[in-house]
C-alpha cells in the first residue's frame, strides 16, 4: 500500500510541477474528440437517414464503414501521414474515420427498428415522410442514436492517444512518451486524465440523451 500512496504522490507532484503542459495536452485531446466526433455525428447521421431509404446506398455505406473499421487503429492513423503530413489535421481526420461506423450503424438500426404501426398511422394521417421523420422517427431512434454517439465517443477518446504517433499531441505525448522513458508519474497522469475524461463524457452525455429522450417523448404523445 505504502508503494501505491507513494506512486500516487509522485503522480500528483508530478502533475502540479507540469501543470501548464498538462493542460496544453488536455486540450489537445479535448479538440481532438469533440472535432472528430461532431464531424463524426454530421456526417454519419444524414448517411444513416439516406441508407434507411435507399438499399443500394445502404450496401455501400455499411460495406465502407465495415471495412473501415476492421483497420487497426494505427493503421488508420498511420495512413493519414502520407496523404496529409504530421500535426493535428491528420490525426482529427484518422479519428473522424473511425468514429463514424458506430454512430452510422446505431442510426440505421435506430431508424429501421421503429415501429412500422406507428410509422403507418402517422401516414394514415396525412403526414409526410419528412415529418414522419423529423417528429416520428427519429425520436423513437434517438436512444439507439445516442448510444452510438456514446460508444463513439469513449472510443474516440482512448483512439486519441495515437495522435502522438503522427505529431498529433493529446495526453498520448505523456502516455507514450512515459512508456518509452520509464517515467511512471508522467505515464499514471496522462492514462488517469483519459479515463476521468471518458467516464465523464459518457456521464454527460447519457444524461442529454435522458433529457432529449424524454422531451422526444412528450413531443411525440403531443403528436399522437
Do not use: C
Not at 500512496?5 to 508530478?14: C, I, R, V
Not at 473499421?69 to 496523404?83: D, R
Not at 440505421?108 to 394521417?125: F, K
Not at 476521468?196 to 417523448?217: H, S
Amino acid at each position: 500500500m505504502t508503494g501505491v500512496f507513494g506512486l500516487l504522490a509522485a503522480t500528483w507532484a508530478y502533475l502540479l510541477a507540469n501543470s501548464d503542459r498538462f493542460l496544453e495536452l488536455f486540450r489537445e485531446h479535448l479538440m481532438l474528440v469533440f472535432v472528430s466526433e461532431a464531424m463524426a455525428v454530421a456526417v454519419a447521421i444524414p448517411l444513416g437517414i439516406l441508407a434507411t431509404r435507399n438499399d443500394r446506398v445502404k450496401r455501400v455505406v455499411e460495406t465502407v464503414g465495415n471495412v473501415a473499421q476492421t483497420v487497426p487503429t494505427l493503421a488508420i492513423i498511420a495512413l493519414m501521414f502520407p496523404l496529409l503530413g504530421l500535426g493535428f489535421l491528420p490525426a482529427l481526420v484518422g479519428l473522424f474515420v473511425y468514429a463514424l461506423l458506430p454512430v452510422l450503424t446505431n442510426t440505421i438500426v435506430g431508424l429501421e427498428n421503429v415501429d412500422g404501426g406507428t410509422v403507418e398511422a402517422a401516414r394514415g394521417m396525412g403526414m409526410s415522410d419528412w415529418t414522419i421523420l423529423r417528429k416520428i422517427r427519429l425520436p423513437l431512434a434517438l436512444p439507439v442514436i445516442f448510444a452510438g454517439i456514446r460508444t463513439s465517443t469513449v472510443l474516440n477518446v482512448g483512439t486519441a492517444y495515437l495522435a502522438f504517433f503522427i505529431g498529433g499531441g493529446g495526453l498520448g505525448v505523456w502516455v507514450i512518451g512515459g512508456i518509452q522513458l520509464f517515467n511512471t508519474p508522467q505515464l499514471i497522469a496522462g492514462a488517469v486524465s483519459g479515463a476521468l475524461l471518458a467516464v465523464t463524457l459518457d456521464g454527460l452525455l447519457a444524461l442529454a440523451e435522458r433529457r432529449l429522450g424524454g422531451e422526444a417523448g412528450t413531443g411525440h404523445a403531443a403528436t399522437s
